[in-house]
Structure formats: C-alpha cells, structure tokens
C-alpha cells in the first residue's frame, strides 16, 4: 500500500512540474531605454510586473503587450488569462545597449578588479561606446578602437 502511495506522488509531482514548466517562456531580453513587443496566444485579463524599476510593461491590446527595459536588471513578468491562471510566467532580461549593441568583457589584470569590466557598443552602420561597467573601484582601461577603426 505503501509504494502505490509513493508511486502516486511522485506522478503528481511530476505532472505538476511538466504543468509548470510549459507555463514559463523563454527569457525575454531588452535593452536598457528599448520595448520588446509580446504577441499572446489568448487574450490577457491582468498582467504583473516583479520590479518595475527594472522593466515596465503596456497593455496594447489584450493579446498584445509591450515591455519596457528601464535599467539594467532582472525581474519576472505574469500574465494572467480571464479565469485568473497564468498564462505566460517568463524572465524578463533588462540589458545595456539593447538591440545591436556588442559587448566586450575584458578580462582581469593590473588596473582591473576580479571580474573585470564590461564594456558596451551600439552598434549599426559604425559602433559607438554606450557605457562601462567596472566590477571594481579601480578606473577602466582604455577602450580598444571600435571594430573596423584603426587607430
């Protein structure tokens, strides 16, 4: 009697997780000061924002949403259908620079703290330096020229 009763949760358990599982998407990536449109299958009673000085969203339309990156971070995003059931559980990915941009992680050494330093391009027709990101107090090193510039 014992092991049917074992057998049995762990098939609920498992059910349970494939269940929440297919609720959470893909992590959704944005840039810093960018949108990312998100088209729903079915249409969107109430939507949820974790942290909203990270990203913030807009409802369009009820089967269109659109998230803000506001500054670099992480949060998580639920939307809930009419019968008040998540419908959409995903990472949103706030990242500086956003689409196009490249960035370059130098590595560690003398005038960089462990961890090194982040440094990001906007990128289109040229690339420009948009920010650093240092993991230390010490001062960044100097910017290799951007790709195709020779110095």
Do not use: W
Not at 5 to 19: C, E, Q, Y
């Amino acid at each position: 009697m014992a092991g049917r009763f074992l057998i049995k949760s762990v098939v609920v358990a498992a059910l349970a997780l494939t269940a929440t599982s297919a609720m959470a998407g893909p992590p959704v990536e944005v840039g810093a000061g960018h949108a990312v449109l998100l088209v729903l299958d079915h249409p969107a009673r109430q939507v949820i924002i974790g942290d909203p000085t990270v990203a913030d969203v807009s409802v369009e339309s009820p089967t269109r949403v659109v998230v803000f990156g506001k500054r670099v971070g992480s949060t998580s995003l639920m939307v809930l259908d009419g019968g008040h059931q998540p419908m959409l559980e995903a990472a949103i990915v706030v990242q500086p620079g956003g689409s196009g941009a490249v960035t370059v992680t130098y590595g560690t050494g003398k005038d960089v703290k462990a961890g090194g330093l982040n440094a990001v391009f906007a990128c289109a027709t040229t690339c420009v330096r948009a920010a650093d990101k240092p993991s230390g107090a010490a001062p960044p090193p100097a910017a290799p020229p951007a790709p195709g510039k020779s110095s």
